[in-house]
């Protein structure tokens, strides 16, 4: 596989439509590049959608065979756990977006930290 791959590439792999992988990337706060327009995927970026790609099919198999929890969980505590379990980090630190710019075009970073006293 040739990285950086494009949007309906990765879609085109993984067989699904261009909307729905976008729409999970959204919902779960997955890392990947930006270049104007168009979402991009380096190989760590493409990992990491692998392994919630994994997760999240394996959530949805436990709860079709009557082994997870009778409410389907909502996506922030999904995302959440998601990106817990991706970074290594406890679900009860928040998360911090920044951007970066580059002539290439722009990536979206997101970096954990400490939830803020003044939240409370």
Do not use: N
């Not at 990765?10 to 979402?39: M, T, Y």
């Not at 190989?43 to 099919?57: F, K, Q």
């Not at 009778?70 to 980090?89: C, H, K, W």
């Not at 928040?94 to 954990?112: D, E, H, P, Y």
Request: positive net charge.
């Amino acid at each position: 596989m040739e990285f950086p791959l494009t949007l309906p590439q990765a879609a085109r792999l993984l067989s699904c439509s261009e909307r729905w992988l976008r729409g999970f990337l959204r919902q779960h706060r997955l890392p990947h590049c930006r270049a104007g327009r168009r979402i991009l995927f380096f190989e760590p970026d493409w990992r990491a959608l692998e392994e919630a790609l994994r997760w999240h099919s394996d959530c949805g198999a436990e709860s079709a065979a009557g082994h997870g929890t009778s409410e389907v969980p909502s996506a922030v505590s999904v995302s959440t756990r998601l990106r817990a379990r991706l970074t290594g980090r406890s679900p009860g630190r928040s998360s911090r977006r920044a951007s970066a710019s580059s002539s290439s075009g722009r990536c979206t970073v997101i970096a954990l930290s400490a939830p803020s006293p003044m939240r409370r």
